[in-house]
């Protein structure tokens, strides 16, 4: 269940970065458009609407049409056969039955607790393509393209390659890391994102080590932050307080995009001494590979291990 929130929290990022490339490549289908703050604007709006949907209560009905459309368009993407909530929750009912064994009531709840994840799952999924489909349509897009729009706006789980399924059954997110890298070389070809979010976490970063406290070892707790959290997240030390310093926020950074970030925290803890040279860059590599390869490499502790993880199915 976690995952809805992180992935959430990546996948907004992502389609807002995205979708200011699509308004500023020329040829493009937002050209010129405002549909960024549309976008931040809608997302709320539709969440609550297919929440509620989810559990069989009516939408708003401006909403609602636009959801017929989104779909009939073909905008929706990702587990789009989920039940609706209300059904999954009879089904629950119905396998408490007296007349159900003790292994096939457990059974039978863990299955439908599994839909009943997909079926939230699939709410905040779509609300970020649905909110995106609203906002093209508002801004005099064609339902065709709106539709394109939001099924790209982030990784479009339905398209792959002549081996996607077959790749992506080997190697788990195979599909959605190949996807991820080719839509961030669209975004990047018409922004200087990169620059833009090596400075802002290179002054977080700053930020952080002025404001975290140091542990007995007179080591500070934000030195002490594994680098695998640091490699996918934004970290905001919080001050004083019961945590004495030690306390810290991460908030999850789309794949792709947070290589740069990282940039700018590693170049920033090298100024402080708190990394060696080639220790930054050995985080820069992780961080790359991670971000970039449709493999995953894991972490290990010798070389023999990391690519044994590599070449492993999944």
């Known amino acids: 269940p976690e995952f809805v929130l992180s992935n959430f929290s990546r996948d907004i990022q992502a389609a807002l970065f995205n979708a200011a490339a699509e308004a500023e490549i020329e040829g493009g289908i937002l050209n010129g458009t405002g549909v960024v703050k549309d976008i ?17 209560k009516d939408m708003d009905p401006l909403i609602a049409k636009y959801f ?22 009879k089904e629950i009912e119905s396998e408490t039955s007296d007349e159900k064994t003790t292994a096939q009531k457990i059974i039978g709840k863990a299955k439908n607790f599994g839909k009943l994840v997909e079926g939230v799952n699939d709410a905040f999924e779509n609300s970020i393509r649905l909110s995106a489909y609203i906002a093209a ?3 005099g897009v064609s339902r065709e393209k709106a539709a394109q729009f939001a099924k790209n706006i982030t990784v479009n789980f339905n398209k792959h390659g002549e081996w996607g399924q077959s790749l992506n059954a080997v190697y788990l997110f195979f599909n959605a890391s190949v996807q991820g890298t080719a839509r961030l070389g669209r975004s990047l070809l018409a922004q200087k994102m990169a620059a833009g979010l090596a400075i802002f976490n290179s002054l ?16 500070s707790f934000y030195e002490k932050i594994p680098d695998y959290v640091k490699e996918r997240n ?10 004495g ?22 170049a920033t803890e090298v100024g402080y001494g708190i990394k060696e040279i080639d220790e930054s860059l050995l ?11 449709p493999i995953s490499f894991g972490q290990s502790e010798n070389i023999g291990k990391y690519a044994l993880k590599a070449i492993s199915p999944t």
């Open 137 to 139: 349509r508002e801004n």
């Open 204 to 219: 977080l970063t700053m930020l952080n080590i002025a404001l975290s406290d140091d542990d007995e070892d007179d080591i």
């Open 68 to 89: 017929e459309d989104f779909q009939a368009d073909g905008g929706r993407t990702g587990w789009a056969y989920a039940k609706d909530l209300e059904t999954i929750a």
């Open 40 to 56: 931040m604007r809608l997302t709320p709006q539709t969440l609550k609407a297919l929440l509620k949907g989810s559990i069989g």
């Open 283 to 293: 985080f820069l590599f992780n961080s790359f590979v991670s971000s970039f390869s």
């Open 234 to 243: 934004l970290i905001i030390m919080i001050p004083g307080g019961a945590g």
């Open 245 to 266: 310093g030690k306390d810290y926020i991460k908030i999850p950074m789309p794949y792709g995009f947070n290589v740069f970030a990282n940039l700018g925290s590693a």
